[in-house]
């Protein structure tokens, strides 16, 4: 089985952004979620591809009057006692 890949379509039915992410959800206050195959991570890029905010998050939702709500997971070290 082949490695399943995200784009975006535009109305004229033409890539507006080229099927190259493991996710790609639509634009919304010219931002579209992405996701790296290789990371894992989430993204968000704009209209014209370019990455504004790089894949570093855990999770990430799309833009909603101007917030976006995300999630980091840190990894706290262990100490023994």
């Known amino acids: ?10 109305q004229g039915g033409d890539w507006a952004i080229q ?3 493991g996710f790609a ?3 919304n206050e010219q ?7 290789r ?3 989430y993204g968000y890029i704009n ?5 504004v905010l790089p894949p570093m998050f855990n999770y990430a ?3 909603n009057e101007g917030l976006a709500a995300i ?6 070290p262990v100490h023994s006692l």
């Open 1 to 10: 089985m082949g490695i399943r890949l995200s784009g975006i379509y535009n």
């Open 19 to 21: 099927a190259k992410y």
């Open 25 to 27: 959800r639509g634009f």
């Open 31 to 37: 931002r579209a979620v992405i996701k790296d195959l």
């Open 39 to 41: 990371s894992g991570k």
């Open 47 to 51: 209209y014209d591809g370019e990455e």
């Open 61 to 63: 939702r799309t833009y």
């Open 71 to 76: 999630s980091i997971l840190t990894v706290k």
